[in-house]
């Protein structure tokens, strides 16, 4: 989910965990917890700063190791144990449980939408991504403001967030419904389907989908229950050849590759380099793919510079290729 969605869920948390006897008779307690809840429920995504290194990095790490199974218990450990560092009276095995839970349900949300974590980490490192709820879904986080102001304007805070994700959970069921009825048509209607990726948009009646086949890519948009296939690609599979082994060497076409389940790639050759693009299919937008990965080669196979990430123009992704004369 997007920060600012993070962010009201740890208000969220604070507000159920008035249901413990321990935290709402202690006021000390209850600070500690609301700055353990909203801290815990951003703490996986610090490794967004991953980005001031560089973009392979951060595809390849975000949402990764922070995101795994040992580091939901590290990072609530860490955030209660710095908070009753400054509270030391106050009872540490219940800030802890709920800063704990506060960091799990970040990483439980991440995993039902497109772009996925590494949750189950150390066991498998495959990106669980279910795809039926988007990054930023309106009406989660309009659930969570409105329980903010009723809690402001004097509601009971616990009872309040137990409905409020009372009825979060059965729109989750709702959205995982929605999705299963567009996978099964999608699976009755095209012969020797490999898998589906599905990304719900902001609209709640409009999905974009990714299909691959035994030999073709669909690119398609789903409204109000109708799919329309707007793209289909050859489904080609990797040239067993000199440049294309080098271009997989490259860090940013190895991260990409390491992220993205469906793709196409071209080469194209120039008058004194070749390009390799690699191209996500699950995010088209207004006719254009924007998560690539591009690596150009010179003729005497050295690497000269390589990109990649989200770009939304061709002349965005050229200028990105070269800073001055280095490559980024």
Known sequence: MDTGTHIVMGVGIAGIATLDPVVSGDPTLFNAVLVGAIVGSHAPDFDTVLKLKNNATYIRHHRGLTHSVPAIIIWGILIAGIIHLFVPEVNFLHLWAWTFLAVAVHVFVDIFNAYGTQAYRPFTSKWVAHGFINTFDPYIFLLHIAGIIAWILGANPGYTWLVIYTVIALYYIKRYIDKKEIVKKI????????????????????????????????????????????????????????????????????????????????????????????????????????????????DNMRIMSSYTGWIFSEHKLQSKLYVGDNPI
């Open 187 to 298: 699976y009755d209607y095209y012969p020797n389907i490999e898998q589906v990726a599905t990304s719900p948009t902001i609209k709640q009646n409009y999905w974009r989908v990714a299909i691959t086949t035994a030999d073709k890519f669909y690119v398609g948009a789903v409204e109000n229950g109708h799919i329309q296939i707007v793209d289909e690609f050859n489904k080609v599979p990797l040239p067993d050849s000199t440049i294309m082994e080098l271009a997989k060497q490259d860090k940013n076409i190895s991260a990409f590759l390491s992220f993205s389940p469906v793709y196409r790639w071209e080469v194209t050759d120039y008058d004194d380099f070749t390009e390799v693009r690699f191209i996500d299919l699950r995010y088209r937008s207004k006719e254009y793919y924007p998560f690539v990965a591009v690596v150009q080669i010179d």
